[in-house]
């Protein structure tokens, strides 16, 4: 394999996003209560949501945005598509060189009136003293579309510090939604919390940091949220890594917040964690995907759970149970051209760069989406695959596993040098159901499509339960008409729904 193309947010020239309300095209709300994650406009069909963070707002290069296209029967509405930037109308702040608004999203309905609110991380956005700190914003829906906005005070991180990821989930178990963030930087990696509710024109909670067993000097978080110990609240799984070793850390849900549970220092880490009930035992599941150990300056230490010697990665699955993650199960390894995986394990294919779960075939157990940007294709180096495995009683099994990429019938667009489909970093590979009919659709990001000016897929078509090329539909920035430039945008690589 070649060495990796390295993801570089190309900045754009010049093009106004203009002002004005997101106006997402509003229906009557699916049911009293709150809507489901990403239905902006309570149609009771899931929005898709892609964060464009090097994208030009406003006339200003690398402001970023968001781009919201509609759900349906038929899957997304892409001549539908709406903008929302910090140039919005009623979005706080405003579009300024290197913001990155749009770096990482979560929804949910944070004040249950019947339309999902966005959340949004400007990685770039300064703070009064520092810059680069990073800024996370609530955009409130509502029957006329997006129309105000609050930010979430605290966490005040050192210049060039900030957020990895965001998530929201119910950790304390009292009905309203809670925010987690994923803190990065030097020596300031960690989690933190910021407690619901959340409601349109008052000061919310601050995020606070969580203990976490994370080491001082770990500078990359990824986060997961889920029940693993099933008792009706949330928990969060994290993987850390930095000078201070790597690791995973288990934080329980309880009624006063997030407690670390379980801290695995040293031992397995990775570039992407999952969180879904594979095996449909009532206890979420994690994977960690590009699973590897942590550095461990000790003499003759080994691992408690050593990983298979490996070309081109890992994915290790850590079974829930009443007691956490690997509490009760032994670790499942996945590994390309073994046990039935698809594939063959080859240097940098980077297997699990990239993770998603949820069910795809509707028999109840989540199912795991696996990015494998660096995969080659023929002879198309780093052309990339996303492999599909089914969940079942058992778990997660290779039986009828499969394997996509843009030679798979169906599928639009063709291998290429780089294009890395099947996302990157932990980011541009999701699972939900964007068509309404209870079983999770496939959306994918090559990032390196075209020069990194990016592309995105959606399958939502089946036979017998599984996913197939068949019926996908395509998009770019430019196939949706977004403010020019619309090339060296690494589209895609943020996706959210």
Request: no cysteine; charged share 20%; glycine share 18%.
């Amino acid at each position: 394999m070649h060495h990796r193309i390295r993801l570089t947010l190309a900045t754009a020239a010049a093009a106004a996003l203009t002002g004005g309300l997101l106006a997402v095209a509003a229906g009557p709300a699916s049911a009293a209560g709150a809507a489901k994650a990403y239905d902006f406009d309570g149609d009771g069909y899931r929005d898709l949501a892609i964060g464009v963070p090097a994208g030009t707002a406003n006339g200003v290069k690398e402001a970023g945005y968001v781009v919201v296209i509609p759900g349906s029967k038929s899957g997304p509405r892409t001549a539908d598509r709406r903008v929302v930037s910090q140039s919005t109308s009623g979005v706080p702040g405003s579009s300024e060189k290197g913001d990155e608004f749009g770096y990482h999203l979560a929804s949910a309905d944070l004040n249950s009136d019947g339309y999902a609110d966005l959340v949004v991380l400007a990685a770039g956005e300064d703070a009064a003293t520092n810059e680069q700190t990073g800024r996370i914003t609530i955009l409130w829906s509502g029957p006329k579309g997006f129309t105000g906005g609050t930010v979430l005070p605290g966490v005040q991180q050192s210049a060039g510090n900030g957020f990895d990821g965001i998530a929201i989930a119910d950790v304390t178990g009292d009905g309203k939604p809670d925010i987690v963030t994923a803190d990065s930087g030097d020596e300031a990696g960690g989690v933190s919390v910021a407690r619901g509710p959340f409601t349109p024109g008052a000061t919310p909670a601050s995020l606070t940091r969580v203990s976490a067993g994370i080491p001082h000097f770990s500078k990359n978080v990824r986060i997961g949220v889920g029940d693993i110990d099933g008792d009706g609240k949330a928990d969060v799984a994290a993987a850390y890594s930095g000078a201070g070793g790597g690791g995973t850390t288990f934080l329980r849900g309880t009624s006063t917040g997030l407690v670390q549970a379980a801290s695995w220092s040293s031992e397995t880490t990775g570039t992407s964690v999952a969180v879904g009930d594979f095996d449909k035992d009532g206890h979420a599941d994690v994977a960690l995907g590009e699973a590897r150990f942590g550095a461990h300056d000790e003499e003759g230490w080994t691992p408690k759970q050593p990983l298979p010697v490996n070309k081109g990665g890992v994915v290790r699955v850590l079974y829930g149970s009443a007691q956490g993650p690997a509490a009760t199960r032994t670790p499942v390894d996945l590994v390309q051209g073994v046990g039935g995986v698809p594939g063959a394990d080859e240097n940098s294919d980077e297997f699990g760069s990239a993770l998603s779960a949820a069910d795809i075939d509707g028999n109840g157990s989540a199912d795991l989406a696996i990015g494998v940007p660096g995969e080659d294709i023929g002879t198309d180096y780093e052309a990339g695959a996303v492999t599909v495995l089914y969940g079942s009683a058992k778990g997660l099994t290779t039986t009828g596993a499969q394997s996509f990429n843009q030679g798979t019938a169906g599928v639009p667009g063709s291998n290429e040098y780089g294009d890395q489909f099947g996302g990157l970093n932990g980011s541009g590979l999701f699972l939900r159901d964007l068509n309404g009919d209870g079983r999770a659709d496939l959306s994918v990001a090559a990032p390196g499509e075209d020069g990194y000016s990016g592309r995105d897929w959606t399958f939502t078509t089946r036979t017998s339960g599984r996913l197939t090329g068949t019926g996908t539909i395509s998009y770019t920035a430019a196939s949706l008409k977004l403010p020019a430039p619309t090339t060296g945008l690494a589209f895609g690589w943020v996706l959210g729904y």
